[in-house]
């Protein structure tokens, strides 16, 4: 089937691809078009850019300064979820412990709730029981980046630890008998072989965290506000700013394209490493 029609995969691809990437083109469309011609009907067929939208959302310190917070909080996420998910799943794979089955599920349990279900559990952890003088983690990056953890933390340790599993334990005890410390076991055997689960937990925690938006404008007023939180301000009674709008969004894109650039052959072999074992 695959030699005698090649033309249906082609033309399978080709719908697939127009599917995925138009909404992305009209996105830049409407973000390179004048407001006086979005209100009327624009044209599919970008002719001119218009450039002052890009100018304006540059020019704002204030959206500059939202930039930053999404990078800062996404970053720290990642970062901690990653890092605290393989010494989770090293534990899990390692130890011999009773109950890990049912510790590994009620973790992910807390990834199965609705992100509406925790926030005023959140919200009053952040302003009373965290609560140090007058600061409190409402509005602050750390704060945002713990609130975060609640739900990537268990996708971490869901995500990686088939690849822990999949490494075998003979390889620690050839490590043991060389003389090697349960540190260096970890370093320098177990964690360089999972380097592409981690680039794949790391992407994914990341991205999770950079496109959040509910948890984010509940719990932040302008300190640790994200870039996608900044979008709501462009709707208001006397009208809708869909040029601004349209081009914060295509600057919400532009970090998590970079990453996927980054870490892309790493994404298939760190998905499916684990899966089969010999």
């Known amino acids: 089937m695959k030699k005698r029609n090649p033309w249906i995969r082609t ?3 080709v719908l697939i691809s127009f599917v995925t990437l ?3 083109y009209w996105l830049f469309v409407i973000s390179a078009t004048p407001a006086m011609e979005l209100f009327s009907t624009p044209d599919v067929i970008l002719r001119h850019i218009y450039w002052q939208n890009y100018i304006d959302v540059l020019n704002n310190p204030t959206l500059r300064g939202y930039m930053l917070n999404s990078l800062v909080i996404s970053s720290g996420n990642a970062l901690v979820c990653t890092t605290f998910g393989f010494f989770a799943c090293y534990a899990l794979s390692r ?3 009773s109950g890990k089955e049912s510790i590994f599920f009620w973790t992910i349990t807390n990834r ?3 992100p509406a279900v925790f926030l005023l559990p959140l919200f009053l952890l952040m302003t009373q029981v965290y609560k140090v003088g007058s600061f409190t983690l409402l509005d602050t990056r750390i704060g945002m980046i713990m609130v975060y953890c609640t739900f990537n933390l268990p ?3 869901w995500t990686l630890r088939p690849t822990v599993d999949g490494i075998p334990r003979e390889l620690d005890e050839a490590a043991y008998v060389d003389g090697a410390s349960p540190w260096k076991v970890i370093t320098e055997v177990v964690f360089p072989l999972c380097r592409p689960g981690l680039a794949v937990t790391l992407i994914l925690t990341w991205v999770f965290a950079w496109n959040e938006y509910l948890l984010a404008a509940t719990l932040t007023n302008f300190n640790a506000r994200t870039l996608t ?3 709501s301000e462009y709707v208001t009674t006397t009208g809708t700013a869909w040029g601004i709008m349209a081009t914060i969004s295509v600057f919400t894109l532009i970090p998590a394209l970079i990453v996927f650039s980054i870490v892309q052959r790493h994404i ?3 998905l499916t490493f684990g899966a089969v074992k010999g």
């Open 112 to 114: 199965m709730a609705p």
């Open 95 to 97: 130890f011999n412990m």
């Open 11 to 13: 033309l399978f691809w």
């Open 268 to 270: 298939v072999a760190g």
């Open 155 to 157: 996708f971490a340790i």
């Open 229 to 231: 939180t900044g979008l």
């Open 22 to 24: 138009f909404p992305i």
